[in-house]
Structure formats: structure tokens, C-alpha cells
């Protein structure tokens, strides 16, 4: 039996002992396979153990990252859960993104994947700290709002909010917001929106990186009432709905205006 079918095996049985019992299949969104590889199975226990560290160890924090290897087989991993999530729904999002990263893309060495409640990254080049706004995914509502300039200035003004206090989050850089804003028949709704960076970014390398993602908005869901951007380091997205699931209080910035904006 060739090493890498091996390496395999003791992969899916090691996941087996530390995967939670439940897990939504829901929760995905999409994954991102990069640059491939065969017959290398020291690459591959690499990718085996880094997968399974970050399965161990992510819902301790809610963060974690970890790098396996020597010279040019090392590789690189960094995992997160969105708050809100707690430590059996973090472990559980984990588990399942690092088995979806191990079955939908099992030769490739650089790999992404996101869940509603989790993230999840490998690579075997070094990207922790690194800013990677490259596009990834959106997804838009096909609701358009009555007054489109009132509702854009709207959108502009809380995902400027949220990414502002994504950036400033010490540890978990995500923002999320509400505000008043006209709805699609004209009168006076809720807007919502959230940020979020990857956990290793600096904060002038987060700005950098929203603000790229709010250019693909933009350009992708300017006449829509919701869209949902993500690229490889950072997100948006805003909602005509409360789609965040969050147990934090808001902390209310502008009363008089309904404005409230909270980060992590």
C-alpha cells in the first residue's frame, strides 16, 4: 500500500476520534482549492497533522494556528470560529471544514474553506499575518430597495462603521452593526451588517483588505438590499434582516439615530 493511501487512513481515523457528534452540514458555504500536488507523502502527513492540531485545539480560543515540517514541505494552518459559536459548535465547524478541505480537495496544498461558523486555512507557503484580498465568493439578494441611494448610503455608512471596529478588535477582528435605513417599500427598516478579518491581520492590513471587498461589492451588489463578499483574509456582509446569531450586547454609538456597532 503506497505511504500517502497511509497517510489517509490515519488521517479519517484520528478526525474519527476527535470529530463532535454534532455537526450541521448546513453551515458550509464554499472552499477554495489551490495549487495541487501528487506523490508526496511528506507534504501530505504535513497537511494531516496541521488539520488535525488545528481540530484539537481552535475551540480553546476560538482561534488557532499551526505549521508542521521542514524547508519547502512545510505548511501552514490558521482556524477560527465566529463568535457566538460556542466550544462544541467551534469544534464541531472545525472538524467538519477540515474534513471537507481532506475529501473535496485531497491534493491540493493550498486550501480554504469557510463555514457560517468557521474558517479554516492551509498552505505550504507562509501566509500568517499576511493580507490576502484576492475574490473568492458573492452572494446577493434579489431584493432591491425602493430608494437605492438612501439605502446605498445607508450600506456605505454602517459597513464603514463595522469595518472600522472589525480592525480594532483585539482578538477576534469582527464588527457588526444595526441601523435604521429605508427598506424596499420606501419606508423606514433595519439595516444590518457585520465585518470580519482573519484573527492574524494588524489592523492597517485589515482596513486595506475590507476596503477591497467593499470595491467588489460595489461593483457585484450595488442595486441589491443584501451581499455577502469573501475574499481569502477578509468579509462583508449586510442583510435587510438580523441574520448575525450573536450573544454579545450591541453597544449603542448614536442613539438619536438608531445606530449601534460592536466589535470583538
Not at 68 to 78: F, M, N, Q, R, S
Not at 95 to 102: F, G, K, M, P
Request: a negative charge; one cysteine or more.
Amino acid at each position: 500500500m503506497a505511504p500517502s493511501s497511509n497517510h489517509h487512513q490515519l488521517f479519517f481515523l484520528l478526525l474519527a476520534l476527535l470529530l463532535p457528534i454534532a455537526i450541521n452540514g448546513d453551515d458550509f458555504i464554499t472552499l477554495k482549492c489551490g495549487e495541487n500536488f501528487t506523490g508526496n507523502a511528506i507534504l501530505q502527513g504535513n497537511i494531516n497533522s496541521v488539520l488535525l492540531n488545528l481540530v484539537a485545539n481552535t475551540s480553546a480560543y476560538g482561534f488557532a494556528n499551526s505549521s508542521y515540517g521542514t524547508g519547502a514541505d512545510t505548511v501552514y494552518g490558521l482556524s477560527e470560529c465566529r463568535e457566538g459559536a460556542n466550544a462544541q459548535a467551534c469544534s464541531a465547524c472545525v472538524s467538519e471544514a477540515a474534513l471537507n478541505a481532506h475529501t473535496s480537495c485531497p491534493n491540493s496544498a493550498d486550501l480554504s474553506v469557510w463555514h457560517h461558523s468557521c474558517y479554516l486555512r492551509y498552505s505550504n507557503k507562509s501566509f500568517i499575518g499576511q493580507p490576502d484580498s484576492a475574490y473568492v465568493g458573492v452572494w446577493r439578494s434579489v431584493d432591491k430597495p425602493a430608494d437605492q441611494q438612501a439605502y446605498t448610503r445607508a450600506v456605505d455608512e454602517l459597513l464603514g462603521m463595522v469595518g472600522s471596529a472589525a480592525s480594532w478588535g483585539e482578538n477576534r477582528k469582527f464588527g457588526w452593526g444595526v441601523m435604521d435605513s429605508p427598506n424596499f417599500k420606501g419606508s423606514v427598516g433595519k439595516l444590518y451588517a457585520m465585518a470580519q478579518c482573519t484573527w492574524d491581520l494588524e489592523q492597517a492590513t485589515c482596513i486595506k483588505c475590507l476596503a477591497d471587498a467593499m470595491q467588489i461589492r460595489r461593483e457585484s451588489c450595488g442595486d441589491r438590499g443584501g451581499c455577502y463578499v469573501i475574499t481569502a483574509s477578509c468579509s462583508l456582509r449586510h442583510e435587510a434582516y438580523a441574520f448575525l446569531f450573536l450573544n454579545a450586547p450591541l453597544d449603542p454609538t448614536t442613539p438619536a439615530r438608531s445606530i449601534a456597532v460592536g466589535s470583538l
